[in-house]
């Protein structure tokens, strides 16, 4: 069973308006965690967000924020003031903690969402 | 910035040819990672070390291999590559374990021809 689900395999926004990206994600571990990362055409992940299972806030850091609604196990990533730069492809990634062992850090990723901005 | 480096970035190698990428990083990291992603499609990892002497596979079976016997360099290796190996490779690492977020290099891509 797919344990993250992108549903988008394509957005597009104008430049200077705010898009939401969704992810879903299947887990029955009460510990996890959740992170969106950024890949330009040139390959490399950049890390942008993170959201534990038990924190009571969403995270935010600059132009992203995360909407976690943990009853419908969904982690979607906002982007506010869509700029150029942002065209990339987008991946959800999720951390299980197994209740007395350890993930050992693994993430295991989503299919991904293409964002391409217009002008 | 990550300090984890790949290479090489981009290797075109005839089928048979063994071939090593090469992954380190300075940040001292125990905990290291090897994903393969396929264009526009998403990663697997396929092995994954916790430390000096340690080696797991990850969940994508995979027919290279992989070695740990510095914390700083985990280098992967396929003895006799095919063009099912086309693909791009991208190493990782990671400070805290269960917290904390993956440092990615900048990826391998291999064609094999």
């Known amino acids: 069973a797919q344990k993250i689900t992108q549903t988008q395999p394509g957005m597009f926004v104008q430049e200077k308006e705010a898009v939401t990206l969704d992810c879903t994600y299947d887990?029955?571990?009460?510990?996890?965690?959740l992170f969106w990362y950024k890949q330009p055409s040139s390959g490399e992940m950049i890390f942008l967000i993170y959201q534990g299972s038990y924190d009571q806030q969403n995270a935010t850091e600059g132009r992203y924020s995360l909407n976690f609604q943990k009853a419908r196990k969904s982690a979607n990533l906002v982007i506010s003031a869509s700029q150029l730069g942002d065209s990339a492809m987008y991946f959800c990634a999720m951390r299980e903690i197994t209740a007395g062992g350890t993930s050992y850090g693994k993430l295991t990723f989503g299919q991904g969402t293409i964002l391409t901005v217009h002008p | 910035e990550a300090d984890i480096y790949q290479t090489p970035r981009y290797l075109v190698i005839g089928t048979g040819k063994k071939i090593t990428l090469e992954c380190s990083q300075t940040m001292g990291h125990d905990k290291m990672y090897w994903y393969q992603q396929d264009p526009g499609m998403e990663l697997h990892l396929i092995h994954y070390s916790y430390g000096v002497n340690s080696t797991e596979k990850g969940d994508l079976s995979s027919e290279s291999t992989v070695s740990r016997i510095r914390t700083e360099h985990f280098p992967l290796t396929l003895e006799s590559a095919r063009p099912s190996h086309t693909s791009q490779y991208l190493c990782?690492?990671?400070?805290?374990?269960?917290?904390?977020?993956?440092?990615f290099g900048e990826g391998s891509r291999l064609t094999v021809l």
């Open positions: 887990t029955s571990d009460p510990s996890y965690g």
């Open positions: 990782a690492s990671s400070e805290f374990g269960d917290y904390g977020e993956l440092f």
